[in-house]
């Protein structure tokens, strides 16, 4: 028995073609929307990081930060004490954000990423005026 392959016809050949470009602009097709896809996403994602990022850093007045990172704390009830001795312990502004910065046991340190160096300068006025 002959083991040849069947010869295709003038037809069957154009078809045969046809599907295989079919197959391969469908695949190319389906590959530039995944990558799209991924590309939307990974924005969305970065959308999502600049909005928090704003939000943590935005200009906040020092009653603000204050209020947001320093008075659970520094209040009469609370573990740390009260900050009415600063122009004793601190007597330029200079130490005093130092020591904001980078915190000390129990109090955490606040990295320009948590207090932008103008929030620390409107703490430095709140804490400065607490007391008068
Ligand atoms: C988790 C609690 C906690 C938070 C939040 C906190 N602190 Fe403190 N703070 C402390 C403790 C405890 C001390 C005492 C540290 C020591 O001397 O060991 C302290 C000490 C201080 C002192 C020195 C006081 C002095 O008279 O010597 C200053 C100034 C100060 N904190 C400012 C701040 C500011 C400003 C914030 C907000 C950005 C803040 N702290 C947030 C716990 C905290």
């Given amino acids: 028995m002959p083991t040849t392959m069947?010869?295709?016809?003038?037809?069957?050949?154009?078809?045969v073609i046809a599907l295989i470009a079919a197959f391969l602009t469908g695949s190319v097709a389906l590959n530039g929307c995944s990558i799209t896809e991924e590309i939307k996403q990974i924005q969305k994602v970065q959308r999502a990081h600049d909005i928090q990022e704003r939000a943590r850093t935005e200009d906040l007045t020092g009653e603000q930060v204050y209020m947001r990172s320093c008075n659970t704390c520094h209040s009469k009830h609370g573990p740390a004490p009260l900050l009415d001795k600063l122009s004793e312990h601190f007597p330029d502004d200079e130490g005093l954000k130092k020591f904001i910065r980078q915190g000390k046991g129990l109090m955490p340190a606040q990295p320009a990423s948590a207090l932008n160096d103008k929030e620390?300068?409107?703490l430095v006025n709140y804490l400065r005026n607490l007391n008068t």
């Avoid at 069947?6 to 078809?15: E, V």
């Fill in 120 to 122: 620390l300068d409107n």
């Fill in 6 to 15: 069947p010869k295709l016809n003038q037809p069957q050949t154009l078809s």
